[in-house]
């Protein structure tokens, strides 16, 4: 007779077998093997995503140091500077601004400089061998004696014009001008139509109002008393507190041109170097594209060389399968072998950005700055490309059946 159900020794069921998870260690450890094992392929494979971040990185590095610069030569210089040029007549003739218009511009509240140049009729050249036709380029421009405090200009050479020398037939030459004249030391003379005048100076490049660098400037008693100037001014300076600069721009025409503030043109020096500062954030842009094209056939890579090593490595995974990986551990293996190449792709490519920004800075004479976002943002695209570069090969490989893997040839 059977047992009565309940009385023998109670059935044990065999305890079911689990999977231990692998440890992060060990990931990152069969990771590098197969990084290891191939190391030309990586390398290889490494170098497009380098090159995409050091191109991303050296753009907003060498943006933000010229930037910088920018930003300092301003504060230097100064952004308040306001110039009055008169303009031209419906028949295209030059009009000219009344004699007493630093006088007037002065009268202005919050104005604490005006000064003027004058348009002067002069040919310039190096000699009298040289034929008169032959200006190489430089005009003449009557200047007062404070032209240079109000620019923030600085005399390279020599001395500028003064109370003393201003009647004198004397001139200081523009940085450009010195240069196309031949003059690299002040004492030689030069011819202004059929008389000789000495260079007394010369300027270094005015950064504000580049045009004074071609010029070769006289005092205003001289060029009335040796070249028949009318004493009329062709282009006002005027500096104001940054505060007020705009409503001394509201007032300025009408009052050097009262009547007729048509006539005239008033204009910030400063804007110049503010468009230059939004053209270079637009070539910015455009490069960082660039960079991010070069990113993404980077990962193309990496996706390539990552498929191709599933692929050779079949039996690999087929062996592990069989000895109890899981899908999921094949998956992290594989996956963590494309973060790693594209996190080295990365790493080299923010040395090599950060290197070449400080090389270019250093040779411009620039402060070197490399935002420390930039080179984060960088290496997170870095490791984004890397997860999608992996997705579908490690989804590929733990797909693969045991079987069917050990098998292949």
Do not use: C
Not at 78 to 95: I, K, M, R, Y
Not at 252 to 281: F, N, Q, Y
Request: aromatic letters at 4%; hydrophobic letters at 45%.
């Amino acid at each position: 007779m059977r047992p009565p159900r309940g009385d023998g020794p109670a059935r044990r069921r065999p305890a079911r077998l689990r999977p231990t998870p692998l440890a992060p260690g060990d990931i990152l450890r069969l990771g590098a093997v197969g990084l290891r094992a191939r190391r030309a392929r990586v390398v290889l494979s490494a170098l497009g995503i380098a090159i995409g971040i050091a191109t991303m990185v050296a753009v907003v590095g060498l943006s933000q140091s010229s930037k910088s610069d920018l930003m300092a030569r301003l504060d230097r210089l100064g952004t308040n500077l306001l110039t009055v040029e008169a303009g031209e007549d419906p028949q295209g003739n030059e009009l000219k601004l009344p004699k007493s218009a630093v006088a007037m511009v002065e009268r202005i509240g919050p104005v604490r400089h005006a000064t003027a140049t004058a348009n002067v009729d002069a040919r310039i050249r190096r000699s009298d061998v040289v034929p008169e036709e032959r200006t190489a380029g430089v005009t003449t421009q009557a200047a007062r004696t404070d032209l240079l405090a109000a620019l923030n200009a600085r005399v390279a050479k020599g001395t500028w014009l003064n109370r003393a020398n201003e009647r004198l037939p004397v001139t200081v030459l523009g940085a450009v001008a010195a240069q196309r004249l031949g003059i690299t030391e002040p004492g030689g003379k030069i011819m202004m139509n059929d008389e000789y005048v000495v260079v007394v100076g010369i300027l270094e490049p005015v950064e504000l109002v580049p045009t004074l660098d071609r010029v070769a400037m006289i005092g205003f008693p001289a060029a009335e008393r040796h070249f028949r100037f009318d004493g009329h001014p062709s282009m006002i300076f005027e500096r104001s507190p940054d505060g007020t600069v705009e409503d001394v721009r509201a007032v300025l025409a009408r009052t050097v041109s009262p009547g007729s503030e048509g006539s005239v043109k008033v204009s910030r020096p400063s804007d110049a170097l503010a468009a230059k500062a939004a053209t270079d954030k637009g070539l910015t842009t455009l490069m960082l594209g660039l960079g991010a094209v070069a990113l993404l056939v980077g990962g193309v890579g990496v996706a390539n060389t990552m498929v191709i090593s599933v692929l050779e490595r079949r039996q690999e995974i087929g062996l592990r399968r069989a000895l109890g990986a899981t899908r999921n551990a094949v998956r992290l293996q594989f996956l963590t072998e494309s973060l790693l190449l594209s996190a080295l792709g990365g790493a080299a490519g923010a040395a090599l950005g950060t290197t070449a920004t400080f090389g270019f800075a250093l040779a411009q004479g620039w402060t070197a700055v490399v935002p420390p976002w930039s080179v984060a943002a960088g290496f997170g695209a870095t490791l984004f490309i890397g997860v999608l570069a992996g997705l579908y090969p490690a989804v590929r490989a733990s797909r693969l059946h045991p079987t069917v893997a050990l098998n292949a040839t």
